[in-house]
Structure formats: structure tokens, C-alpha cells
């Protein structure tokens, strides 16, 4: 499972995968709209690649995660999470 995710009261953006979290480079303001791209390649333990990009801006990339090789099943838009709300608008989605 890979998360892109903000804390509440912050505009520092987070990405958590291989049981971890993982501070980016990036921040997403609120009340502000960003292209927020996330590639993965699931190859296996500690061989997998994460790249996250801000506005076209690499803030985060590893090329030793550890995922799941047989891919990702689901995707996830928006929070789960009762504590930290908000409104999400996607558009232009792609999973490959």
C-alpha cells in the first residue's frame, strides 16, 4: 500500500510505503488546486521504485521500496479518516 497524505494544520506532504512514512520535499497549501503525480513500480522487496511530483516537480523518489510485486488492486481517492476531512477534486486519473 503506498499513502500521499497531508497532516492536518500542515502543508508539508508525506508519502508512506514498506510500513513507513517518509517526509517529501512538497507542500499543498489548502484551498489551492495541484497536479500531484505518483509512479510506482512494484518489483518485489526493496527493489520497488516511488516517484511523487508536485506540479511536474520530483519531491520524493526511492528506488528501494518494498511492494508487492502482483501490482496495485485498489486506489484510494480522498481520506478514510474522520479526523483529518476535506474535499478532494480529481480529474485526469491513470492507472497503468
Given at each position: ?8 494544520g500542515s502543508t508539508k506532504l508525506y508519502v508512506n510505503h514498506s510500513g513507513a512514512n517518509f517526509p517529501t520535499t512538497g507542500r499543498l497549501p489548502a484551498a489551492t488546486y495541484e497536479r ?61
Amino acid at each position: 500500500m503506498i499513502s500521499l497524505y497531508k497532516p492536518n494544520g500542515s502543508t508539508k506532504l508525506y508519502v508512506n510505503h514498506s510500513g513507513a512514512n517518509f517526509p517529501t520535499t512538497g507542500r499543498l497549501p489548502a484551498a489551492t488546486y495541484e497536479r500531484i503525480a505518483i509512479d510506482i513500480v512494484a518489483a518485489g522487496s526493496g527493489v520497488s521504485t516511488v516517484t511523487v511530483r508536485v506540479e511536474g516537480v520530483q519531491v520524493y523518489g526511492t528506488t528501494t521500496a518494498s511492494l508487492d510485486p502482483s501490482g496495485v488492486s485498489t486506489v484510494q481517492i480522498g481520506n478514510d479518516t474522520k479526523s483529518q476531512a476535506f474535499v478532494v477534486l480529481a480529474d485526469d486519473l491513470e492507472v497503468r
